[in-house]
């Protein structure tokens, strides 16, 4: 891989984006409201990134991502990011959440307990809220205390983080009523 591209791709849940360079994925972003809003931000986003045909393991990643949106247990743990620019805490807060299965999540104090920390709730979700890898670094995995949804600053916000895990079959063990029912 030379140089800093860009795609978009479609999935079950819209039209999402990739970026990648030379040391892997750059980021993931998840549909906006339209094939051309997600192409809009990913401009602004990554203005020296051109629109071009993925490489083979960027095309590996979007085949995972497509298949996880779909709901077919999937594992991108092989996908490349690229971390250089990652502060050391996101690093390690990501390795944690890249672990967690499709279906399965942990807390915020979980997350933080496995790092050594587990006063560092907070800081786990302000880790993940700077996510620029959603789905490959799979975030929305990562719950508040006692299977509250918690936040999510992908494009949806919470709405996304609901659909995509029940995409995953994983709302069962989350206390908040599913779309449209109180």
């Not at 800093?4 to 819209?14: E, P, V, Y």
């Not at 967690?100 to 979700?125: C, M, N, Q, W």
């Amino acid at each position: 891989m030379s140089g800093r591209g860009f795609a978009l791709f479609d999935t079950a849940i819209g039209s999402c984006g990739i970026v990648w360079a030379e040391r892997g994925v750059v980021a993931v972003q998840l549909p906006e409201a339209s094939e051309a809003a997600t192409r809009a931000r990913m401009r602004r986003r990554f203005p020296e990134a051109g629109e071009t045909p993925p490489p083979a393991s960027v095309e590996r990643a979007i085949a995972g991502i497509v298949t996880l949106l779909v709901g077919e247990t999937t594992d991108l743990s092989d996908v490349v990011v690229d971390m250089e620019h990652i502060p050391p805490f996101n690093r390690r807060v990501y390795e944690i959440a890249r672990a967690i299965p499709p279906g399965s999540t942990l807390s915020y104090g979980e997350v933080a307990a496995r790092l050594g920390d587990p006063g560092a709730a907070r800081a786990v979700g302000q880790a993940l809220g700077e996510n620029p890898f959603p789905i490959v670094v799979p975030c929305h995995r990562v719950l508040a205390a006692r299977g509250k949804i918690g936040g999510f600053s992908a494009p949806g916000g919470t709405a996304t983080k609901r659909r995509l895990l029940t995409i995953e079959g994983a709302l069962a063990d989350v206390e908040l009523p599913l779309f449209g029912h109180a």
